[in-house]
């Protein structure tokens, strides 16, 4: 499925950060960008690459939140 409002990955990025500087968390951002443009959330799923700075935002939300694992960090 083909994203219509949206072009690529840093246009999609740029989207989110502006709503993240609003004061909405990076889940709630994605939610809403997807509901204001009528898409499903996975089908934005494509634009968070692996490795993209964005996908390291919200896992690392999502690790706050406790929505999934924490990753193993090593000590410095």
């Keep these: 499925m083909l994203i219509k409002s949206v072009k ?4 999609f990025h740029r ?4 709503r993240v500087s609003k004061g909405m ?6 939610v809403s ?3 204001d ?6 089908s934005v799923v494509p634009l968070m690459k692996q ?3 964005l996908r390291a935002k ?3 939300e999502a690790e706050h ?3 999934i694992e924490k990753s193993a960090i090593l000590p410095i």
Excluded at 8 to 11: A, L, M, R
Excluded at 15 to 18: D, H, P, R, S, V
Excluded at 25 to 30: K, N
């Design 37 to 42: 443009n009528g898409l499903e959330v996975e």
């Design 65 to 67: 939140l406790n929505l």
């Design 25 to 30: 968390d990076y889940l709630e951002a994605i």
């Design 15 to 18: 989207e989110i950060e502006e």
């Design 51 to 53: 490795g993209s700075i």
């Design 8 to 11: 690529d990955p840093e246009q």
């Design 33 to 35: 960008y997807c509901e």
């Design 58 to 60: 919200l896992q690392h």
